[in-house]
């Protein structure tokens, strides 16, 4: 059974935006955060943003701050990147996951895990 899925990758020009959407289903609905990570070969899965599904708290990667943003539809589980002023060093699998403990940032509190969507950004 699948429980997290991402969507929205794809290939876009340095300063560009995409959104990247996340849905969460089965075991993964209940949890207490959602969480996106991104990983190339060869480097460890990195930490890019995290949002509480009950408060709404965000939290960011220092790479990513100011120009990526979370948010979540709690109604449609879903939660949502908005990517924007994207650069070469952003090419990356994104990894959607859903966390039930409160260390947003380690990928050891993620339990269910998306296969990924590859975003490319050219130079």
């Known amino acids: 059974q699948v429980h997290v899925v991402e969507s929205g990758g794809g290939l876009v020009q340095a300063g560009g935006s995409l959104r990247l959407s996340c849905a969460a289903s089965g075991r993964a609905v209940g949890s207490y955060a959602m969480g996106w990570f991104r990983q190339v070969p060869g480097k460890e899965r990195e930490f890019v943003a995290a949002t509480i599904w009950s408060t709404g708290s965000t939290y960011y990667g220092d790479s990513v701050k100011g120009r990526f943003t979370i948010s979540r539809d709690n109604a449609k589980n879903t939660v949502y990147l908005q990517m924007n002023s994207l650069n070469p060093e952003d090419t990356a699998v994104y990894y959607c996951?859903?966390?039930?403990?409160?260390?947003?940032?380690?990928?050891?509190?993620?339990?269910?895990w998306g296969r990924g969507t590859q975003v490319t950004v050219a130079s």
């Open positions: 996951a859903a966390a039930f403990r409160s260390y947003v940032r380690s990928t050891s509190n993620y339990d269910y």
